[in-house]
DNA sequence: TATTGTTATACTCTATAACTATA
DNA sequence: TATAGTTATAGAGTATAACAATA
């Protein structure tokens, strides 16, 4: 293996991150802030669910996503309501800002991420994306927030 | 596009950092400090480059790569000398305990990533490295630190 | 007891600006 | 002027622990 696997990855989305934010720019948001846009969109997504189903299925953790969608819903795009069967939770969908927004700018934000893999044919970019999703799927227990952290080192102590 | 390339990226990502920390559990490295070792290994690198060499070869800006660097400086993993030619820069190399240290952990972290992707065969892994090669080196202006960060928003101004 | 979401806190990565010492 | 590296500061992502409200 002449680069690591790991090398590569952070390359590979470090050049999507920052074609992702030129598309967002002048938006006031961050990559993740609109990936939930989409998620709870009505046309993309899945509007009703709660912040912690919201948070697994984009491998975020909670605490995180809770300052996300808090940061959202100051924004206007974004509405919480506790929810009436479970008062602990709040069901999330977009606020009609928030919806337009999502309209307006997933077109370009979509482009952007085409032009990243321009440099592939249709079936080379078809077949990046299944390889990825498939090692994805195969890593269930790896591709969860928290598991890449420094570990404690030799001898050192718990606080 | 059933999913973003970016959202598949950084799920992917995400597992080989979890894969690194667990094999690297107990050195008290991050990866991207193991990633430098590597890279200054006599036998796995390139020893004698500079701080400002290194930092673009990772794609890591230069401030962090000098705070990634002091911290392996201070736990004796790699040595900094002043160039004598040019007295500015300070070349890079591995101490005795780092080349042990990086010949010991390389294996297990090789094969924690190799791990990951154990789902596919070899000429799909083969694949999958080769086309993320191809998408990072064509997109050279956008694999560069800084270009990720969320833009000022409309209207806003610079401080 | 367990779970949703919060607050408080902290580490990592990343980055910009201003500085120093050299060139 | 320009570059190598530092210091100071900060934004963004990520995480743990402890908590309140609810189940």
Redesign the interface.
Same mark, same amino acid.
């Given at each position: 293996?002449r680069?690591?696997?790991? #090398?590569?990855? $952070?390359?590979?989305?470090? !050049?999507?991150?920052?074609?992702? #934010?030129?598309a967002? #720019?002048?938006?006031?948001?961050?990559?993740l802030q609109f990936?939930a846009l989409?998620q709870l969109s009505k046309f993309t997504g899945e509007p009703g669910i709660d912040q912690n189903s919201l948070a697994a299925r984009?491998?975020v953790d909670r605490v995180s996503m809770g300052k996300l969608l808090e940061e959202l819903e100051v924004i206007g795009l974004v509405d919480r309501q506790v929810d009436r069967a479970d008062r602990r939770a709040r069901l999330l969908r977009l606020t009609p800002r928030g919806e337009r927004l999502r309209a307006r700018v997933h077109p370009l934000?979509?482009s952007s991420?085409l032009k +990243?893999? %321009?440099?592939?044919s249709a079936k080379?970019r078809a077949?990046? !994306?299944d390889?990825?999703? %498939? +090692?994805?799927?195969?890593?269930p227990t790896?591709? $969860?927030?928290g598991?890449?952290? $420094?570990? %404690?080192?030799?001898g #050192?102590k718990p606080s």
């Open positions: 293996m680069k690591a696997p790991i #090398a590569l990855a $952070r390359r590979y989305f470090q !050049i999507l991150v920052a074609a992702s #934010a030129d967002l #720019a002048g938006e006031a948001l961050t990559n990936a989409v984009m491998s934000h979509f991420q +990243v893999l %321009r440099c592939l080379e077949l990046l !994306i390889l990825m999703a %498939r +090692v994805i799927a195969a890593n790896l591709a $969860r927030p598991a890449g952290r $420094r570990k %404690r080192a030799k #050192a």
